[in-house]
């Protein structure tokens, strides 16, 4: 646990914090954990499937659940924002089935692993296949059957599937029952939106012919929306989700295939910006799919927070250069005695020389220190 402390040298405190004093005069009353991309990449995992079925960082891996067990204060769910496995074949989802069972396998195996409250969350690695042909990926049908078995048989949903489904007006243009993948639930007075963000749409892209992967039920999260925002019980909404709004300004362009569909005949991206920009109860979004770790207001909505948290394990982002280095890491969503947010990036420094990064050889991960914190306000 003493590894988790805040390093006085390695933590800053971002613009419209509260000082430490007025911190520990505010405690931690309840968290959430969220980090997303565990994946090593299929060219790193291609000569390697027989030692490392899920196709996971496992150094990584183990050290962020063990970081996670000691934390201060236990999460009451720790969300893993998707990219668990490799995936993305096209084998009517054989390979994902093999690939999330090793990588269960190997989490509830980990020393603190079968304490924690395990919240796994598709992303395109999950949901998506590769089309070489075309040199575009979309979601696959054989995926649903594979996760919702894989879900249930692990009890990794303890969630109302309060979703949306296909039927009557479908103006999402749902093809499969998603109550279990975009949902919401709250968590004492905040109101968590869980976005599936690679949805199976009967829109297709005719560039393609495929349907659009990152696709999202836009006029059903307006709806949550408007509800949570009416209902007095409910002081701050958060929501989660894969691919992000906006990308990261050190993410090269194009911007299609990093975020959120955002294409001239579907504006879902903006559209979602508009909306949580115009819900006053909205304060961030978390996701992933960028390697790295990443807090700032979005651009097409300067009020709310994106916050990336996707350094959990897959190979990071060439372009990202934060002062303190690049991490792997996760990070904490602390809900305060006073009701305030706050945002906390755990990080540890990757091997360095010619250590692959997926490898707990010669030097094993450290474990990781807080390097940030930041106020959702």
């Not at 906390?344 to 450290?366: C, I, K, L």
Request: hydrophobic content about 40%.
């Amino acid at each position: 646990m003493a590894a988790l402390l805040p390093a006085l040298a390695l933590t800053f405190i971002l613009t419209g914090c509260l000082t430490d004093n007025a911190t520990r005069s505010d405690p931690v009353e309840r968290s959430l954990v969220v980090m997303g991309d565990l994946q090593i990449g299929n060219a790193n995992w291609q000569p390697i499937p027989q030692a490392n079925p899920s196709g996971t960082n496992i150094p990584q891996l183990r050290q962020n659940v063990a970081d996670i067990a000691a934390l201060p204060s236990k999460p009451d769910h720790t969300f893993i924002l998707g990219d668990l496995v490799v995936g993305e074949l096209e084998d009517q989802g054989r390979a994902l089935e093999v690939q999330l069972n090793a990588w269960m396998t190997l989490f509830r195996g980990f020393h603190g692993g079968a304490a924690i409250n395990l919240v796994p969350l598709p992303g395109n690695h999950e949901m998506d296949y590769s089309d070489k042909a075309v040199d575009d990926e979309a979601p696959y049908p054989y995926s649903y059957s594979v996760w919702n078995s894989w879900i249930a048989s692990n009890r990794l949903f303890p969630f109302e599937a309060n979703g949306p489904r296909p039927g009557g007006a479908n103006p999402d243009q749902l093809v499969e029952d998603e109550s279990r993948y975009t949902h919401s639930f709250n968590w004492g007075a905040v109101h968590i939106v869980i976005i599936n963000t690679d949805t199976l749409s009967t829109a297709t892209n005719p560039a393609t012919g495929l349907p659009y992967s990152g696709w999202i039920p836009i006029h059903w999260l307006a709806a949550d929306l408007a509800a949570a925002q009416a209902d007095p019980a409910i002081s701050a909404i958060l929501l989660m989700g894969h691919r992000p709004i906006e990308v990261p300004d050190f993410v090269p362009p194009p911007a299609y295939g990093h975020t959120i569909l955002n294409l001239n005949q579907h504006q879902l991206a903006g559209d979602l910006a508009a909306l949580l920009q115009r819900t006053p109860k909205v304060k961030a979004y978390f996701c992933s799919h960028v390697h790295a770790f990443n807090a700032a207001r979005l651009v097409a909505a300067p009020r709310i927070w994106q916050i990336v948290s996707g350094n959990g394990g897959a190979p990071l982002e060439k372009e990202w250069a934060p002062k303190l280095g690049t991490t792997f890491g996760f990070a904490e969503i602390r809900l305060h005695s006073s009701g305030r947010l706050s945002v906390a990036n755990y990080g540890r420094d990757p091997p360095s020389g010619t250590q692959p990064f997926y490898e707990a050889t010669p030097v094993p991960p450290a474990p990781a220190a807080q390097r940030e914190v930041i106020e959702l306000d």
